[in-house]
C-alpha cells in the first residue's frame, strides 16, 4: 500500500522500446543508477517503466542507442496536475481557502436565541448589529463579555444574558428581569384631582383621605393628604398613594385641512449592496446615488447561498425617491383622521380611561374640517405632587 | 642522474581498515551473485552486463561465466544498479564458461 503511494506520488511512466541496442540501452540505464521495473520483452523490443525522475535520462540513453522510443501510460500526482502547472490562481485559491478555514474558527457562522420572543430577538439583534456582531465578523471571548454586559445594561428586561460561541455559532441565553420590589417612598406628597369630576371609586394605599365617593371635585382640590395633625398637635408626614376613578366630561378639537402636501416614495427605489465578513467591507458598488428628494433605509441579512449560511452580513441600502404630492380628503376621510388623532390624545392623556358616552361635532369650512367631541368617561384623575 | 623516487601511496586510517561504509561494501558485495527462491523469483546481484534478453531467455554476464535463465515469459521486474530481479516459468539456468576458465 505505501509502495503503491511512493509510486503514486513520485510518478511512473511505461513505455515501449523498439530497434536499437536494446539490451545496451538496459546496461547503461543500470550504470546510471536508473531503476527500471517491469521490464518485458516483446517480439520487437521491451516494454518498461521508470520513474518520472528517471524518465529524462532514460529518453536520452534511448536515443543514444537509437531505440525508439513509445509512451503507453504516465501515471502518478505529478501527471495529475501537470496540467495546472503555470495556473498559479487555483493554487492561489486553495492556500486562500485553507487560511479562510483556519480563520473560520474565530469567525460568527449564525446566532441563536435560546427561549426569546420574536420581539427579544429583534432587540438583541439590533442591538449586536449597532455592536459589529453578526454573520461574518471575528470575536473573542473578551468582546463576547463585554457585550453580554453592555446588552443587560442596556435593557432592561434582562435580568442575565450570555453569549456562547460554540463551534462558530453565538447562542445567546437570557433570564427575564424580576421585577423590582415596590419599595415605599418615603417622601410626603398629596393627591390632586388633574380634571374636575365626579368621585366614583377609592382605592388609596397611603395617606389621609380627604374625599368620599359621590363628592364632586374641580381640578387641583386635595384628594388625598400626607399630612395630618394629632390630637397632641403633632404633624404626622406620610407618602399619599394611590388612585382615584371618577366621572369627567372634557372636550377636545382638532382642525384637519382637506388639501395637504407630503414627501411619498414613488416606485422608483435602487438598492445598494454591501458584504461584510472578516471585519472586512466589501462594497458591490461605487458610490450610493441619492436623488434629491429620497429617503434611504437600511436592511442587514445573513448571507447565505441555497439555505446554506455563510459567515457574512450583507447591508442593504435602499434608497427610495419621494415626491412631494398633494393630497386631497374627502369630508369623511378627514373627520375619521381627526377622529383618531383626538382619541389617540384621549388614550394618551387619561389613564385607565373607559368612555362611556361621546358627543361629535364637525364644522366644515372650505379648506378644513374642525372636529369636536364631548366625552363623558371615568378615569383616573389623581396627580401626586410634593408637600413643600 | 638521481633516480626518481617513486611516490608512496598515503592511506587514511579510515581507508587502511575499511571503515568507510562505501568501500567496505564495496570490498565485501561487489561479488557476483545468485538467489534463486522457491517462490519463482530470482535475484542476481552484481550482475555485469544484459548480453541478451528475450522473452523465453536471459544472459547475464557474471564477470568469469555467462548466466543463461531459460523459460517461458521471461521477465526482468526490477532492474537497477547491482541488481535484477528475473521473475516467469523458468526451466534451466545455464552456466556458460569462457575460454580459459575452469
Redesign the interface.
Known amino acids: 500500500m505505501l509502495h503503491k503511494l511512493f509510486v503514486y506520488l513520485s510518478g511512473e511512466v511505461s513505455f515501449q522500446l523498439e530497434g536499437g541496442l ?2 545496451r540501452f ?2 547503461s ?3 546510471e ?10 517480439l520487437t523490443g ?1 516494454t ?1 517503466s521508470v520513474p518520472y525522475r528517471h524518465f529524462a535520462k532514460a529518453s536520452k540513453l534511448a536515443k543514444k542507442y537509437k531505440c525508439k522510443m513509445t509512451i503507453i501510460n504516465k501515471t502518478g500526482l505529478c501527471y495529475v496536475l501537470m496540467p495546472y502547472k503555470h495556473r498559479y490562481g487555483i493554487f492561489a485559491g486553495i492556500v486562500a481557502f485553507a487560511l479562510l478555514l483556519v480563520l473560520s474558527q474565530f469567525v460568527v457562522w449564525d446566532i441563536r436565541f435560546f427561549e426569546c420572543t420574536p420581539m427579544q430577538e429583534s432587540i438583541l439583534r439590533h442591538s449586536l448589529y449597532e455592536k459589529g456582531i453578526s454573520e461574518g465578523s471575528l470575536v473573542s471571548k473578551k468582546l463576547l463579555a463585554k457585550v453580554s454586559d453592555e446588552l443587560v445594561i442596556e435593557n432592561s428586561q434582562f435580568g442575565w444574558l450570555t453569549l456562547n460561541y460554540i463551534k462558530g455559532r453565538i447562542v445567546i441565553e437570557k433570564t427575564n428581569a424580576t421585577p423590582k420590589p415596590n419599595v415605599f417612598s418615603k417622601t410626603t406628597t398629596n393627591l390632586i384631582a388633574a380634571y374636575d369630576g365626579i368621585i366614583r371609586k377609592i382605592d388609596v394605599s397611603g395617606g389621609f383621605l380627604q374625599v368620599c365617593e359621590g363628592q364632586s371635585v374641580a381640578k387641583g382640590d386635595l384628594l388625598v393628604s400626607g399630612l395630618r395633625q394629632d390630637v397632641m398637635g403633632n404633624i404626622q408626614k406620610t407618602h399619599a398613594e394611590g388612585k382615584i376613578y371618577a366621572e369627567i366630561e372634557q372636550n377636545y378639537e382638532y382642525t384637519q385641512s382637506l388639501s395637504y402636501s407630503k414627501a411619498l416614495p414613488i416606485n422608483k427605489s435602487k438598492s445598494y449592496y454591501e458584504i461584510r465578513a472578516f471585519n472586512m467591507r466589501l462594497p458591490l458598488f461605487t458610490k450610493i446615488q441619492t436623488p434629491m428628494e429620497s429617503e434611504q433605509r437600511l436592511f442587514r441579512y445573513p448571507l447565505s447561498v441555497f439555505g446554506f449560511r455563510l459567515p457574512a452580513t450583507v447591508y442593504e441600502y435602499e434608497v427610495r425617491q419621494t415626491q412631494q404630492t398633494q393630497i386631497n380628503l374627502t369630508q369623511q376621510q378627514a373627520t375619521q383622521i381627526a377622529r383618531r388623532k383626538v382619541y389617540d390624545v384621549i388614550y394618551e392623556g387619561l389613564p385607565e380611561v373607559q368612555i362611556l358616552s361621546a358627543e361629535e361635532k364637525v364644522d366644515v369650512f372650505e379648506n378644513k374640517i374642525v372636529y369636536n367631541v364631548k366625552i363623558n368617561a371615568k378615569a383616573e384623575i389623581s396627580k401626586q405632587v410634593a408637600v413643600p | 642522474m638521481s633516480k626518481k623516487q617513486k611516490r608512496k601511496t598515503k592511506f587514511s586510517f579510515k581507508e587502511a581498515f575499511c571503515i568507510n561504509a562505501n568501500k567496505l561494501k564495496a570490498e565485501l558485495h561487489l561479488c557476483p551473485m545468485l538467489h534463486v527462491s522457491t517462490t519463482g523469483e530470482i535475484f542476481v546481484e552484481n550482475p555485469g552486463a544484459i548480453v541478451l534478453y528475450n522473452e523465453n531467455e536471459v544472459r547475464l554476464d557474471m564477470g568469469n561465466v555467462v548466466v543463461a535463465i531459460k523459460g517461458d515469459n521471461i521477465t526482468l521486474q526490477t532492474m537497477e544498479k547491482g541488481l535484477v530481479t528475473v521473475i516467469g516459468r523458468v526451466f534451466n539456468i545455464e552456466f556458460m564458461y569462457c575460454k580459459g576458465n575452469k
Do not use: P
Not at chain 1, 33 to 42: D, E, F, Q, S
Open positions: 536494446g539490451e538496459l546496461n540505464c543500470a550504470d543508477m536508473l531503476m527500471l521495473k517491469n521490464i518485458n520483452a516483446t521491451y518498461l
